[in-house]
């Protein structure tokens, strides 16, 4: 009893001591009346006159002890801007790129947290690094998971950064323009984490435990204003843009196709909280190609948002239901089934969109487009309105409405036998305890048709206890055989599904294993008279190592019931018939080296049983840093099947080498190339940005794609399939 009472207050201390830091710690920001100079250079008078915060504490190895290199923060504001200063002690830094929008991992960097509503759900971030790169994001529900984290999210801001003989200074300057904030708010919810490479150590301002997501919106401090602050004046963005291209279809034997484009969008502060997207004549040529994967699965494989138009307060629109029943999918704007069921591109008109915050408490969404109507390729234009109201309740939870609605003209939809509107309302729940041991969600969602007779419907629920030491969660949904969100992204309907997990960790101390990890699940799928058709039991250890590498061991059964024929080894070879069933066990195991060296890997391999055979897979990809200036990359899958109902064994490969140049922090190169047996397709992919000003771009891309000869005696001969060059200019306007 003495032991299992010493246990208790030792856990209830940790958990009071990480509530306590983000309790009594704040930042002062103090109103001047002088603008610094934004040099990365702490010399103004100012910044000698106003008391810098620090108190660093690691995140990782520990998260118990004070930073190694500790950082020191100060801020000030006038009427149009926050002024951050920073100091960061240490040396040696390591810097992957100059490019913009780096990834935190593995290099040095500084981020800083806005929660400007202090709702604990919703922040912006800004960050730089010792070379004075800039990044900025938005994590949204609350940052209990990796997913909440989105950099996509650009706008107008500078930062400058200086290094000295044993620390580097840096100056952020950020417009009121670029936040989201309520007029006559003193008091913001403030966070900032640091990569320390020096020491492979992470740190924090307010001390985060590390079963908590470095980005958690629990833990946050406070920032005080020495004024109310007032509304924002006049805030509004322009950014047009031209382009012009030509593209060639080799297979369909087309001439050139000459293409050139005016459009641009607007952004319109309505009030200090909320704000109004608008576009005309949107083009996403700039927008980088996906990576090509190898599919094994018999389900529409996700691809994330990357286009602007669609990515501020996207967490309004696109985090509804779980990831596998989404009822609204932004991608599914601006590609369209033709009337032969094949998705293609489709011409967007305009589009606008009113999204963030009524008050405090309330956000909402407003989003209305128009897609172009195109006979030529079997098009039918498409009305797009989507409707969401977010109302915060309890500490750190809201309760979220949505509806969508995709709309076609009835007469022409009559013409072809089409449904001339689907429809998607819903409510989710979405939860989250102040100490942030509990969150979770439940929803409950409908589709509607013209055609619809039954009840179409989903649901779901998920909640997690998240400790030190443990993390459970339980998981279920329900997808009806007639629930059809077409402007979503469902993976598969008229089923029911639970998913139980567990996860213990120990921390050993002083050790070369920093975290150790066991974790076991269960996920299970029944269909409506065929009982249950999937199940996959997993249980597996992790270890994350003090040089921050990691290793993962994982043993599966799977079992499958197919009620379509299907080809497992994904390469269009005979299919295993419908109404058979196959159970198998499978190991997983993968390594990711320490990603501050200058040579980086990660590695996946899949040995075992599969299906009624057997298969081999190897995964992963090489990197080599160059620092500042970027890396090559290659990355690579292959996969060797054995069935026996197959004459011969089968096989997929896939390599993609790549290039990413940055010659300055203003522009960058990008190269790639993906060889894909699979797919049949060799793709290459060009990408030149010249930002010659704050988020204003000149974009050239270049894209080739040919068809990869499968003949075994001719294996490396390739046929063009199409080929397409684009320049995109854009040019940001601020009010």
Known sequence: MRYLALVFTVLFSIQLFAQHQSDFKNIQVHKISSKPKIDGVLDEQIWQDIEMVSGFIQYFPTDTLPASNQTYISMAFDSDNLYVAIRCLGDDWVVNSLRRDYRAGGNDNITLVFDSFEDETNAFFFGINPEGVIREGVITGGGNQFSDFDESWDNKWRGEAKKFDGYYTAELEIPFGALRYTKGSQVWNFGAYRFDTQ??????????PQNAPLMCLAYNGKMIWEEPLEATKGNYSLIPFVAAGVARDFEAGEPNDWNFSLGGDAKIGVTSGLNLDVTLNPDFSQVEVDRQITDLSRFEIFFPERRQFFLENADLFSQFGFGNINPFFSRRIGVAENLDGDNIQNKIYGGLRLSGKLSDDTRIGLLNMQTADDRSSG???????????????????????????????????????????????????????????????????????????????????????????????????????????????????????????????????????????????????????????????????????????????ELNHDYVYLFDSFDPTGTDSDELPVDTEYNYVNFNGSFQSNNTEAFSYRVRTYLGNYFNGNRFGLSGEFSYRYQPKGSVSISYNYNRFDMPYLEEKKSTFLIGPRVDYTFSRKMFLTTFIQYNTQSQNTNINTRFQWRFAPVSDFFLVYTDNYLTNQDPADRFSFDIKNRAIVAKLTYWINS
């Open 199 to 208: 020491h492979n150590e992470w740190s924090t301002w307010t001390g985060i």
């Open 379 to 553: 098009i039918i234009g498409s009305n797009y309105t989507v409707a969401a109201l977010q109302q915060q309740v309890l500490t750190r939870s809201n309760i979220s409405f949505l509806f969508v609605n995709k709309q076609l003209p009835q007469e022409e939809c009559e013409e072809f036998d089409l449904a001339h509107f689907n429809r998607v309302a819903g409510i989710d729940f979405n939860y989250s305890n102040a100490a942030n041991t509990w969150f979770g969600k439940t929803f409950l969602h409908s589709s509607f048709s013209p055609d619809q007779e039954d009840f179409a419907g989903s649901h779901g629920a998920e909640l997690t206890y998240n400790t030190r030491f443990i993390t459970a969660t339980w998981s279920h949904e329900m997808v009806g055989a007639d629930y059809n969100a077409e402007t979503g992204f469902i993976r598969r309907t008229d089923y029911s599904r639970v998913n139980p997990s567990l996860e213990l960790r120990r921390y050993p101390m002083n050790g070369w294993i920093n975290e150790l990890q066991w974790r076991s699940s269960a996920n299970l799928w029944w269909q409506p008279g065929l009982g249950k058709t999937d199940h996959n039991f997993s249980t597996g250890l992790s270890a994350q190592f003090s040089n921050t590498a990691r290793i993962n061991l």
